[in-house]
């Protein structure tokens, strides 16, 4: 265990403790978001988050493809967007001192140089085009390789992966500190798509490919004593499927999601039939006009 992963260990711990602190008073007040569901989607987050850093994949993923796709998998398309769903930060701040949620709420509505420093770094796009670069990177031949050699580097890499996931979800689910607009439900939608598709045309090449990608994992599938019967090609073509059908199932079902809410909020979703649809005069058949009797 490396110092990140201890780091990460303790980190999970004093969330944990605020945010069961700060649900607990929120509670007790009646407040409608700390409830149940959220509590067990917070839960969710943390223990998905604790298998990807504290379990045995953050070592086996120096010997299967697989795993370290799962670790992207479960921490970027699930742990994070349920933090987000959980209100986790909405709801800690209230496990906080008195005197630091001031202070944290105080920044917030501030508009110090900071306070607009971060508003500017954060837009949309730009922490989508982040998002999708390192994503990307993360994935490349080269770049994997020299990570997997070194643990350290390749925690501290999930870490910024993790972070960069953070606030693309930040913006989409509109959780979390107020420093922006509402994005439009349009526009989240689109960047859902875009992400998706960067994600295929990574995902697609690995699962597909015949020849293996990676040298650190020929060198890994060189050794004898392997834990699992699965050949390179095996361990590529399940790492593949994996990334490519856990991000479908998150991006596409966050876009039917998205579009759901804003038919909602114009009330779109009824099926009530267009007024005088059945007048006599629209159901003539055209030419027939003059048989009907005045």
């Known amino acids: 265990m490396n110092v990140l992963t201890l780091l990460v260990g303790l980190l999970l711990i004093a969330v944990t403790l605020f945010y069961g602190r700060g649900w607990v008073r929120l509670h007790r007040r009646g407040v409608p978001f700390a409830n149940l569901p959220r509590l067990v ?28 796709v799962a670790q992207h998998v479960f921490l970027c398309l699930f742990a994070v967007p349920a933090f987000f769903i959980s ?13 630091a949620r001031r202070a944290i709420s105080r920044w917030v509505h501030s508009r110090g140089l900071l306070r607009r420093a971060v508003h500017g770094a954060t837009q949309s796009w730009v922490v ?37 996931a953070m606030l693309v979800w930040w913006r989409l689910i509109g959780t979390g500190p107020r ?4 994005l439009s439900p349009w526009l989240a939608a689109f960047a859902l798509l875009f992400i998706e598709l960067a994600s295929m ?10 020849d293996p990608i990676y040298a650190h994992y020929v060198a890994a599938f ?64 055209p030419g027939l006009e003059h048989r009907v009797k005045k």
């Open 128 to 164: 989508i085009m982040l998002f999708i670069a390192l994503f990307v990177s993360w994935y490349d031949a080269r770049i994997a390789s020299w990570l997997l050699a070194r643990p350290l580097a390749h925690t501290a890499s999930l870490l910024l992966l993790g972070a960069a």
């Open 87 to 99: 209100c986790t930060f909405d709801i800690a701040v209230w496990g906080l001192p008195k005197p």
């Open 201 to 210: 045309s990574t995902a697609v090449p690995i699962a597909f490919s015949t």
């Open 222 to 285: 060189a050794q004898p004593g392997r834990l699992l019967p699965l050949t390179i090609a095996d361990d590529q073509a399940l790492g593949g499927g994996l990334l490519w059908v856990g991000g479908s199932a998150v991006f596409l079902s966050s876009i039917v999601l998205i579009l759901n809410r804003l038919f909602d909020r114009h009330g779109m979703n009824g099926s009530d039939p267009l007024p005088g649809w059945d007048d006599d005069d629209r159901m003539i058949m």
């Open 179 to 182: 420093l922006h607009t509402e």
């Open 41 to 68: 989607v917070f839960l969710f987050a943390m223990t998905l988050t604790a298998i990807v850093f504290l379990s045995p994949l953050n070592w086996l993923n120096q010997e299967y493809l697989f795993v370290r």
